[in-house]
Nanobody, 126 residues
Framework: QLQLVESGGGLVQPGGSLRLSCAAS??????IGWFRQAPGKEREGVSC????????NYVDSVKGRFTISRDNAKSTVYLQMNSLKPEDTAVYYC?????????????????????WGQGTQVTVSS
């Protein structure tokens, strides 16, 4: 069974950068999504990437600041987060689904992803 492991979270000052990683073996056929959940808020789809890496999508609030990429040879998906803001503070999760079609036309919905990692905390604060 596919297992996802996130890493790279931490404390960073506003304007800083972090790179999150999502590692798993055998996920080259899966679309991957990054989600976040802040205290008292619903889980939000942040970004997704297709199995080939050819299609990506971002929620409007992170466009131009976050970049998703994948290296299937290393079985890892990355989320590069630049120009971080306090409102980016949340637990970040990666998720995988073999049927999900990542497209810029559709919202990234959590219920469409079958397999989830344990999450990594990102805190943006001075």
């Amino acid at each position: 069974q596919l297992q996802l492991v996130e890493s790279g979270g931490g404390l960073v000052q506003p304007g800083g950068s972090l790179r999150l990683s999502c590692a798993a073996s055998g996920f080259e056929h899966y679309a991957i999504g990054w989600f976040r959940q802040a205290p008292g808020k619903e889980r939000e789809g942040v970004s997704c990437i297709s199995s080939s890496g050819g299609n990506t999508n971002y929620v409007d609030s992170v466009k131009g600041r976050f970049t998703i990429s994948r290296d299937n040879a290393k079985s890892t998906v990355y989320l590069q987060m630049n120009s971080l803001k306090p409102e980016d503070t949340a637990v970040y999760y990666c998720a995988a689904d073999i049927y999900y079609q990542c497209s810029g036309f559709f919202r990234i919905d959590a219920y469409k992803f079958a397999t989830w990692g344990q999450g990594t905390q990102v805190t943006v604060s001075s």
